[in-house]
Structures are given as C-alpha cells and as structure tokens.
RNA sequence: GCAGAGGUGGCAGAGUGGUCGAAUGCGCACGACUCGAAAUCGUGUUACGUAGGAAUACGUACGGAGGUUCGAAUCCUCUCCUCUGCGCCA
C-alpha cells in the first residue's frame, strides 16, 4: 500500500508507474481514489462537528443534572438524540467510502525504482552479473529424481500414499544432505551478523491477511480446520508479522534476521505440481533472512541480501546468475526484486532457487510496522526487505546436478563435509 | 482443558457512569541552581486523523468486536492475550 498522500500530490507520478507495469487498466482508479479521498475527509469534518455537539451537550446534561435542573436536561437529552441519528446516518456513508477507498488503495502497486527494466511479464526480466562458469559434464546428466533414487535419497511412491503428491521422503544421506545445507546456510548468516530466529510455523488470519493478498491467500495457505490458524508459506509471514503495529526504537534498526522453518503450499493453480520430483512441492524447507531497516538503507540492504546468497552458493561451487526482474512482472507490493538462479547442466539453463524484494514502505504501511525518527521526533514507516537464504529441496536439484560424478556418485564440497560428518562423496547404492 | 486474577500513556500504577486523555511515580526533554556534576526545584512530555505556514482547534483511541446510555476506562455480551493454581503432555 503506498502513501495516498502521495496520490493526492503527484496523482500523475502513479499514474505513470501504473504505465509502467502495464497496468493502465487501473490508472481510473487514481482518480477516483482522489474523490473518495476528499469525500471520505469531507464525511470525517462534518462528523467531528456533530460529535463535538455531542461531547458538549452531554458535558451540558451533566451539569444540569447535578443542579437539579431536571426539566433543562430532557430537553438536551432530546437534542443530543437528534443529532445522534444524524451522526448514526454520517458514520456508516463515511465506512462505506472508507472501505471502497481502502479496496482501491490496496490495488494501487509501490512505485517501483528508477532502475527496474520496462517490461511486460516474466519473459523481459534481465539477466545481471553471473558468478562461476558453469562446467561441461563429459556425459549425460539424468533428471534429478534418477539421480536421488540411485542414492537412495527419495522415496516418492510411499509419500502419495500417506499424503499425496506434491511431498516427498528424503532418506539416508541425502537426507542428511538436506540438513546439513539448512545448518550451514543458517551459521553462513549468522557470521554475517544476522540474528538466529525460529518463528511460529502457524499464524492467525489477521496475520495473513496483512501479509498477503486474498488471492495469494486463497492460492497458497493451508488452513487448520476449526481455528483462526494458517500453516505458514515461508517464515517471511511470522517474522514480519512479529512486528506488526509496533513502533520500533530507532537506535534497534536496522533488524538483521535469518530464520529456518518449514513451508507450506497449496500451489493452487500452479503449473508443475503434477510434475514428478521436487522442484515445485506442498511442503519444503527454508532459511530466510529479512532486514527491517531505515528507508535511506533499503537500497544498500538490498544489494547486499541478494549478493549473500551469491556468496552461499559460490561457496558450495554451484554457479547462479542473478535475473532482474522487470515492472510487468514486480508483485505489486515491490520496489524492486530479483532472483537467484543456479545452473541446471541437465537443462542446459538457469532456474530460480531464491527471490529477494525490497517491498520499501509498502508492506510495513499495510502493517503498520514504524520507528522513532530521533530527527524529525516522528513516527515514520520503516522498510522491509525478504530474501531466500536457501530452499534446500529445490536447491537439492542444483546441487546434485552440479556435483553428480559419471558413476552417479555426488562430491560433496569441503565447505559442507563437517556437516556430512566428514564425508566427501555420496555414493550410489547397490 | 478447568478454576481464579488481570489487560490503562515509553515503563510502573491509580481510576468503577459526567469536571478523565486519564492521578502519582519512574523515564525523557528543556530551564534554574553549580566552576562542573549529583541532588534539588520549575516547565514540558501519548498516538493517530482532519484543518492550518505555525501556534492551535476539533475528532478518535484505556487489548479487540458489539451493546446499554444524552454521556462508558468504568455497566452488559462475545472474543483474544497474560499471570497463578490444578490437570494433561512431547
């Protein structure tokens, strides 16, 4: 959600972000914003007149009460019930403007930065830097599930039966794989100076709501039948949602966090659940980091989080690219975002493993999460920014891909070998 | 899960239908005193919305949602949360 003071002002500066998204569908709305805007304050005057009537006459009835002025009273009484009806009849106009004005404001997409690409949809995103070239296999690799069965590393026949598809048993030492990626992702940030977090992996539905659209929520969250609970879609819900409506202390910013926890997915609508293995799933595992921060540092915040997971996967010799993404396809609460991409030598291309957006003011607005601005003595909306540390199960591909051996076996890189208990190979069982 | 107690400003904590946006204390800011500091004294100090250049004015908010009333922090209903005891349990 953005500052509609800001629409107020510069209606044409929105207008022309929306051209910029390709969604001039929705430029009528700016304007129409602008006369719920001066209707809706035109509504709240008159109703603050008619209240301090109100808050008059009932200071008048009691007085008249304790002199005894009986007769007086009633008919103040009498007044202060008129205008109550008027007041009854200008609150319930002034909700419904409200509400239509908060529905239009919630379409409204961030302004995104000078330097996102112009683009319509996905296919217009823009490469960036690429780190690590990626390395020739002097032979054929096979799809990732070939790979884990001759590990034995997946059991996916017994997961449909117990949950259906979409989940997936890890075993034995890919397994331990698994793990071992999500430890040494989470000590990798805290020797960034990020701050350890496990959060709660359900969450209240005023939660989600602040967090994500109705659509997105529709789409992607699993509810826990009979309560006000929802299993999380990543830990990026539950670690902003610990800062909802707070106002934080300036000196406490920027708040570095990385968190671990499961995630879960209804990928309703989502192309690919049908496919075999574990590039899209119901159910993974992710180390997150999210930065709470002043809105001068968000940019400097940005290039750091996203070149973080540069960093992570370099160290494990996996090479990625980094893929801009343009205005068409920037979610709306977003400022600017990218991906991460590792390299498929199956595939021959580049695949997403983790997104990091720099959402500005707009999600911290929505949720009204603020810091003290010791300049300015005011309360001001602080910025947010998430970014994926790691997803090891999608990442799992990449990484076994890349490290596979012509007799199947998988190195593992010395990086990860103290977490592999020392191991160097996996080998193939028998 | 059951029973009891409670949720009020940055914090602690009064307030049980009108003069309460809220005593008092702490904290914080400014000033006085002082060579300087501590102590002391004085003044100020909730947030949000609207109007205004500003001073300010008006409105809203005492966990949340409804209700009663001319008027609610205060009464009623529902709900959420916290604490204590009991029960249950990794």
New binding site residues.
């Given amino acids: 959600m953005i500052d509609i003071a800001l629409i107020r002002e510069n209606p044409e500066l929105v207008k022309n972000n929306l051209k910029k998204k390709f969604q001039e569908r929705k430029i009528p709305l700016v304007d129409e914003i602008c006369e719920l805007d001066a209707k809706k ?1 035109a509504l ?2 008159e ?3 008619l ?2 009537t ?6 008048e ?2 007085s008249l ?2 002199e005894k002025k009986f007769a007086e009273a009633e008919e103040a ?1 009498a007044k ?2 008129a205008n ?1 009806d008027r007041i009854a009849q200008i609150e319930s106009e002034c909700a419904e403007v409200e509400e239509r004005l908060k529905k239009d404001m919630m379409s409204i997409p961030n302004i995104i930065a000078d330097d996102v690409p112009i683009g319509k949809d996905d296919s217009e995103n823009v490469e960036g830097k690429r780190f690590l070239e990626p390395a020739e296999k002097p032979f054929e690799v096979p799809y990732h599930v070939d790979i884990l069965e001759k590990l034995a590393g997946i059991d996916l026949d017994s997961a449909r039966r117990t949950s259906g598809n979409g989940f997936y048993y890890l075993t034995g030492d890919v397994a331990r794989l698994h793990s071992a990626i999500l430890t040494y992702a989470r000590d990798f940030m805290i020797d960034k100076g990020f701050t350890y977090c496990i959060p709660p992996f359900m969450i209240r539905g005023d939660v989600v709501s602040g967090v994500m659209s109705f659509e997105e929520m529709e789409g992607m969250m699993y509810k826990i039948e009979g309560e006000d609970l929802y299993l999380i879609g990543t830990s990026e819900h539950s670690m902003i949602g610990r800062f909802m409506g707070s106002v934080l202390p300036e000196e406490k910013l920027p708040l570095t966090l990385t968190s671990y926890s499961p995630c879960f997915r209804k990928e309703k609508g989502a192309h690919g659940i049908e496919e075999r293995g574990i590039y899209r799933i119901h159910q993974f595992e992710k180390q997150e980091m999210i930065v709470i921060c002043k809105p001068e540092e968000s940019d400097y915040w940005y290039e750091k989080l996203w070149n973080y997971t540069v960093e992570l996967f370099v160290s494990l010799k996996i090479p990625v690219r980094q893929l801009i993404c343009c205005s068409g396809d920037l979610a709306d609460l977003k400022y600017k975002s990218c991906d991460v991409e590792a390299w498929s030598p199956r595939q021959k291309k580049y695949f997403e493993v983790g997104s990091c957006s720099n959402l500005t003011d707009a999600q911290a607005r929505r949720l009204g999460i603020r810091y003290r601005n010791s300049r300015t003595g ?2 001001e909306y602080a910025h947010t920014l998430n970014n994926t540390v790691v997803a090891p199960p999608r990442m799992l591909i990449a990484f076994l891909e890349n490290h596979l051996n012509e007799d199947g076996s998988v190195d593992i890189p010395e990086a990860l070998q103290k977490y592999m208990g020392g191991k160097t190979k996996i080998i193939p069982a028998k």
């Fill in positions: 304050r709240q005057s109703g603050d007149n209240r301090s109100r808050n008059a006459l009932a200071k009835i009691g009460m304790r009484k202060s019930k109550n005011k309360n």
